[in-house]
């Protein structure tokens, strides 16, 4: 039965990144700008190929020890630039001037791409586990990890941040209630992704205790439900509200109306 | 003028109708776009001039100024032939765009 919802929460999770990343790509083949070509990328390639083809052989566990290798390999690329597509969005919307933003997008990317490019090569072909082997694979682990934790923090303080700015806009009439409560789910869904490398962290910390790395195990599956239904909300709007009849009802940080 | 951005134009013209001077005036509308959301950098004339018509009096009341409402009034005219578009770049067009 666990195991079941497990499953159910990463499907969740990959299917909800697929449909949402394909929709916000077909808008960027319209308007051919940054932000939508970059959020709808990183949506289809890190949680939707990527994560799909790592968990692909806990869904069919017949899959051969090459194949498994080749699905972790790709996977975990497809991840990586997914992960750093989401860096170069986060930047380019929020910060575009601001230096600070610039040596923290540099050092986030850095870590992402030397930790994937170390995790890459530390893997051997024929194990029963690369995903295993990668976490416990030392400081290319941590390195990808922290950047990671780092750029996915990064995404969630910006979208609450922005959220609270327009709440106190839409109290002069300055901002479109769905737009605020896009920026809030946009802001629960990254946190939910940050939430899920801090469980990968302390599933390799806790390695020693099984009770511990399974309860730490638990947590992702459970964040790809928030994660699906935080983008759903977040980039599904319309139908929802109109069925409601009210554009009132959109809810807020405060889960209620303003 | 043309080089002043909006938050400069209506500095001025606080600073013109109001017993505040450049230091006053300036944060006086710096702390009214903050209560509203906006910065000096980013604020467009039709944001800005919702802000000195719905906040900006409270501010001035505050201060001392006599018949806010009115000077409000005043200042917000001048911005009725500022034009300055509200960029498609910021975070909300880019959100906005993003549910479309």
């Known amino acids: 039965m666990i195991e079941l919802v497990s499953l159910s929460g990463l499907a969740a999770f990959v299917v909800a990144s697929l449909v949402v990343g394909a929709r916000i790509l077909m808008l960027a083949a319209r308007t051919r700008l940054l932000p939508e070509t970059t959020v709808g990328s990183s949506l289809f390639l890190a949680g939707g190929v990527g994560t799909a083809m790592m968990i692909a052989p806990l869904l069919y566990p017949r899959f051969e020890a090459g194949t498994v290798y080749f699905l972790y390999q790709a996977g975990s690329m497809f991840s990586h630039i997914g992960f750093l597509l989401l860096f170069i969005f986060v930047w380019r919307v929020f910060r575009p001037d601001e230096a600070w933003a610039t040596a923290l997008f540099l050092a986030c990317a850095a870590a992402l791409l030397i930790g994937g490019a170390g995790i890459g090569m530390a893997v051997e072909p024929g194990g029963a586990s690369p995903a295993r082997e990668a976490e416990v694979g030392g400081v290319w682990f941590w390195l990808s990890i922290a950047g990671r934790f780092a750029g996915y923090t990064w995404a969630a303080i910006e979208s609450f941040r922005y959220h609270a700015l327009l709440k106190r806009r839409l109290k002069l009439g300055l901002a479109d209630e769905g737009v605020v409560a896009r920026f809030f789910y946009w802001g629960i869904c990254t946190s939910a992704v940050v939430v899920i490398w801090i469980a990968t962290a302390a599933q390799n910390l806790l390695l020693e205790s099984e009770g511990l790395v399974a309860i730490a195990g638990l947590v992702t599956p459970m964040m790809g439900f928030v994660v699906a239904g935080s983008l759903w909300v977040a980039f599904f709007p319309k139908r929802r509200h109109d069925s409601v009849g009210d554009s009132d009802s959109v809810p807020t940080a405060t889960g209620g109306q303003d | ?100």
Do not use: Y
């Open chain 2, 1 to 100: 003028m043309s080089d002043l951005s909006v938050f400069d134009l209506v500095a001025e013209k606080i600073e013109e109708h109001t017993p505040l001077n450049r230091l006053e005036s300036r944060g006086t509308l710096r702390i009214a776009l903050k209560d509203a959301g906006f910065d000096a950098k980013s604020v467009s004339a039709s944001q800005l001039a919702v802000v000195i018509q719905k906040l900006l009096p409270q501010h001035f009341e505050e201060r001392g100024i006599s018949d806010a409402e009115n000077v409000c009034r005043t200042i917000a005219g001048c911005l009725s032939d500022t034009t300055s578009a509200e960029s498609s770049d910021s975070p909300e067009a880019i959100f906005s765009r993003l549910g479309s």
